[in-house]
């Protein structure tokens, strides 16, 4: 193709045909300007379009525009029976993908009353896989956000320090970041052998580097500067706003559904809930929601550490074990409704399912969204600010837009 | 009303004119405070039964307490009331309720859809969707 050739004519028009604004800029009044953050913005973590109303150099208002990433989750999954839906809740939260499908596992199971049935065994290796995917989606919560306020060199540190986990899951599940790992009813496989040892390994690499993060990153005058009394979320608001996660704990509340309805096998682990407690300024600023991410990280490498321990010990693999033993042929719930939620790393994910128990498909099958909730406070908190702040507010809030969008 | 044992967690069918007095109820009452609303979920049963249902979740943190509000509406009367004046967090859930069922929320502060384009027709989890051919002269079915 000739070079010189115009392959995008700038057309009046193009403004007009694009999705409409909540503003309209006939009615502005005095200084107030429109600026348009997104779609295509790298510090709006993916396909967010953020309306900014501006007064001066202030904010007036923000609105967010989404749906830009929405691939019909919820239809797709009337169509197709509960063990097929799992690749789809891989690309809900998709650097989180073990925790959603752990809390969607569940839930299926439960609705056909097997889940005290599962092998402990199978049990703690689903913990095991969805801490350590935890900490890779908080390493790129963290990571991320850095750079979001200026800082390069944290990203490429943790990046390749959530490569090992990356490489561990590949291992066990045969994918990076997609994994389809646990199966409704037990495991697709056991852990690959010498998965334990390697994984020990690792929890003894990353705490001296966890150390170093948080000495580069977290204690960094510049960041606290930059991220202490921004974005400041009452713990009132964060209720009625319905957030979850580090977000709704960086405001104070002691608040984590792996405690509250100690599912799985949490309830035999050891292992605090790290809140925001305003060291640095404010509680529930942008510095807390990222301190208790960052100490989320420690709890995590307990949990696995004990988990380890159990898959190793009273656990360990057995040459008949068979990690698909319980799971159903015919996946066929009764008539119900049932409501299942699970803490995965960014808050509160909830299936809502409807079985007509004629079928082997969800009549309904309703995803409760973290991010998509903890994002629709982000207009309550960046009145008054400036730009730059709305910015470090929202790379505080930690959003997938695959979660978002559903 | 009427108790629902059927559901996990138990929930209560409510009537759609009673919805924001029964919400604002449960939000206010020192024995209950369901301060945090989990989720909302519209549910089409199809143009057999020719009726729809909208499902509240709500939790209480202080009590752990879990509750399922339960709607019906038939496809005559599609409308239920806002309860953003109680929880803020309803206002996306309802957009999306609006978006995705054509349901009208009387009191929303600022009804327009949210997931799909401002000019999509239809409401796609409805059951007898069926999507539109071409959408800005892009063919949509493939």
Redesign the interface.
Known sequence: MPTDRIQYQYNDNNFA?S??G?FNEAALQGSEVIINLGPQHPSTHGVLRLEVLMDGEIIKEVVPH??YL?R?F??HAESLPYNQVIPFVDRLDYVAAMNNEHAYAMGVE?MLGISHLIPKRVEYTRVLVAELNRIASHFIAIGTYGMDIGAFTPFFWIMRDREHILRLLEWASGARLLYNYMWIGGLFYDLPVGFEERCAQFITYIKPKLVEIEKLLIENKIFVERTANVGVLPLD?A?????TGPVLRGSG?R?DLRK?DAYSVYPELDFDIPIGEGKMGTVGDCWDRTYVRMQEIHESVKIIEQCLTQLTGNHQRTRDFDPQALVPKKIRPQ?????I?AEIPKG?L?F?F?ADGKSDVP??C?C?SCS??NL?VLP?ISKGVLLADLIATLGSIDIVLGEV?? | MKADRQCTPHGIHIHADDVLAVCTLLHRHADMYFDMLSCITGIDNGVAAGTMEVAYNLYSIPYHHQLMLKVTLPYSQLRIASVTAVWKTADWHERELFDMFGIDITGHPDLRRILMPADWEGHPLRKDYQQQEYYRNIKVKY
């Not at chain 1, 209720?239 to 957030?243: A, L």
């Not at chain 1, 008539?335 to 409501?339: C, E, L, M, N």
Request: proline share 2%; net charge positive; aromatic share 16%.
């Open positions: 045909l999705e409409p909540k989404i749906g929405h019909c919820e239809k439960r608001l209720i009625n706003c319905g957030v509340l608040f509250v008539a119900q409704d049932f409501y939620r509160e909830g809502f409807r009549f309904r309703k409760r998509f909730v629709s309550e969008d559903r």
